[in-house]
């Protein structure tokens, strides 16, 4: 076994021999002896940075590359050992999204795009490409909850007539970084403390603080993680974003960038924390059983994938820089154009062979598709590859049906494990003149070619001038939040950096918030006990309509999933006209009952309740009927359960409605139809209900915070 000694720069004798790096002189930890401590690798603060060989680092926040804005250099070996090492950390688990969900589907084109690309799939609109898709929290473990707060992965594998097309991206456009050598540290920063193995899936801790601390670009990316966007309602109501600028290269060999987009039909909702929070206990699985019965009663998810084209002259005449993936191209400046839509129809087979063997690789384009130069981009270029070969053991995990391609593979490779199609016969080299021979593919013929993109510049550790601006963009994201969505950002922050045990922390991060928006800045402050040092929010940012959640509430009741609360003596009549309302208007309904199994109903046969208020809850609907019938009535406000299923539903404001004798509850309850997104109907109909349902929640429930529940 290799032994490691730490070496002090003032000092030729082994760190052990010196005092510990606190500075007592205390013992080693108990169970290791003095010889063994000596050859533990330690961190001495204030001495330099190494390699694994030893070598002084003298740049560990960028990756070396080809001028200050040019493409990262592969033989940058600093940047490969760290991210070698960081990829090969943990097996057979992702090292992120490891809890993930999927589903297949199929792509098909609007209008052709061959005026910017020469990828067939994005030209032929008779078409249909089939899909899989992929949806995951960043950083919990497998076994964690779907609903903490956390980005989520959003990642497509298009399997076009011309080969495999991975557009890998989350449900926020942005991220921490803008150079992917300090992914390593980004990662463990936010993974469990290294000690004990806590916090799992969560970020309110101090090692995650620290480094957002000292981290300024994180602070645009902080904004969406502390908003609701982190806490999706549902898979089939987020965003996705390919967060990088790419490149769409036409017949002519003409550039053009793009920002890939992904727009739910559904719009786009989230939970409250509270909600995520219950959750998160209650039913840990809430998204992937979401996603899963929602297929499966064929409610197909849908997004419209969209497109923000810059011109390659255009490059330079924005405040920010396109290569900087802690910005976003604002849609008031760069409008998404909705170019096709991904239907998901189909579930996996099987979670292991499917889901969890799935691999993603940003390497995975076709003719038409390349890379830009962003060191984030180019540093997953790297990344994800060498991710897939530690996680299935050798190279061949393109050889797994669902990675495998719908065109023919056709090259030299051979062995390595798991390999089980291999030519026949002696040959396993190109060129060759002895076996069948394969050639290479001219551009008309769909050869790949890279964009012939003009470089020039010295070889460079340096971080571009123009991605300076750290705060900017966080201001604007918080300025287009509406009230509600900026105090529950508020709220986050306080939560998360309460759980922060380092007052030099606090203090930093308040101060970066000071640079965003001064009031958040004394919201958080005034709650943690610290004073943010003046800031200088810029105050020409303005606002972008479409960051706003609220702006893309669609109307409607589609895809809402809501409670039916009842017990024994409901009206039989009523539940049905409401599930019959409900189900036309693309909804589904459920009863939820005092009690399990069937329920005697007036005027019709017993009615089924599948749930109960033990083994359900108002957090795992969109929405509340309550029936008529006088003795469910009298059976609900007899049920402390279903009282605070009602109230919890209110306090989370939800749409509620309630039915003739159902109106009783809710005066139990303190609710009534004066209170916004409260419906009392007399003559059985649904539309006022439906009309709430899709308006998600009624912020303007001033009492709702106070409600007991």
Known sequence: MAKFISYSAANSRPQSEQQNNDGTGADAPAGVDAEQASQMASVDSGEFLTTNQGLRINDDQNTLRAGERGPSLLEDFHFREKIMHFDHERIPERVVHARGSGAHGVFQLYESLAQYTCA????????????????????????????????????????????????????????FIQDAIKFP??????????????????????????????????????????????????????????????????????????????????????????????????DPDFHRRDLWDAIAMGDFPEFELGLQLVAEEDEHKFDFDLLDATKIIPEDLVPVIPVGKMTLNRNPDNYFAETEQVAFHLGHVVPGIDFSDDPLLQGRLFSYLDTQVNRFGGANFHQLPINQPKTAVNNYQ??????????????????????????????????????????????????????GDHYSQATLFYNSMSQPEKEHIAAALQ???????????????????????????????????VTAKPGSPNPNVGKAKALSQLESVKDTPKGRK??????????????????????????????VGVHLGMLTAVGGDPIAAPKSVLTADSV?????????????????????????????????????????EGADVLAKAAITAADPGVVVIDDGGADAFLAAIGKHRFWDRQRAKEMSA
Not at 219 to 228: E, F, K, L, Q, R
Not at 563 to 590: H, R, S
Request: aromatic residues 10%; glycine residues 8%; charged residues 20%.
């Open 495 to 529: 939560f998360e950096l309460g759980k922060v045990t380092v007052k030099a922390v606090q203090q930093r991060t308040v101060d970066h918030l000071a640079n965003i928006d001064t009031q958040l800045a004394k919201e958080v402050g005034d709650y943690l006990g």
């Open 562 to 591: 809501i409670a039916i609360l009842a017990g024994d003596g409901v009206d039989a009549a009523d539940v049905m006209a409401m599930q019959k309302a409900l189900k036309a208007a693309g909804a589904a309904a459920e009863v």
């Open 185 to 282: 540290d980004l990662v463990h920063a936010f993974k469990p403390e290294p000690d004990n193995e806590i916090p799992q899936a969560a970020t309110a801790h101090d090692t995650f603080w620290d480094f957002i601390s000292l981290t300024p670009e994180s602070m645009h990316m902080i904004m969406w993680v502390m908003s609701d966007r982190a806490i999706p309602r549902s898979l089939r109501m987020m965003e996705g974003f390919g967060v990088h600028t790419f490149r769409l290269i036409n017949e002519q060999g003409k550039s053009t960038f793009v920002k890939f987009h992904w727009k739910p039909l559904l719009g786009v909702h989230s939970l409250v924390w509270d909600e995520a929070q219950k959750l998160g206990g209650k």
């Open 414 to 467: 051979q062995d390595s494990p798991m390999r089980y199609a291999n030519r026949s016969g002696k040959v396993n080299y190109e060129p060759n003149s002895l076996g069948g021979t394969a050639r290479e593919a001219a551009p008309a013929e769909g050869g790949y070619v890279s964009y012939p993109e003009p470089l020039q510049g010295s070889k460079v550790r340096v971080r571009s001038k123009s991605f």
């Open 620 to 660: 795992m609907y969109d929405a509340l009927y309550v029936p008529r019938g006088a003795g469910s009535a009298q059976a609900l406000v007899a049920s402390a359960d279903a009282m605070h299923f009602v109230r919890e539903a209110f306090k989370h404001y939800k749409p509620i409605c309630a039915g003739g």
């Open 120 to 175: 067939k799939f994005l030209q032929d609109t008779s078409v249909q490409t089939p899909m899989f898709v992929r949806f995951s929290t960043v950083n919990g473990s497998r076994g964690s909850a779907d609903t903490v707060r956390d980005a989520r992965g959003f990642a497509t594998k298009f399997y076009t007539q011309e080969g495999v097309f991975d557009l890998v991206g989350n449900n926020m456009p942005v991220f």
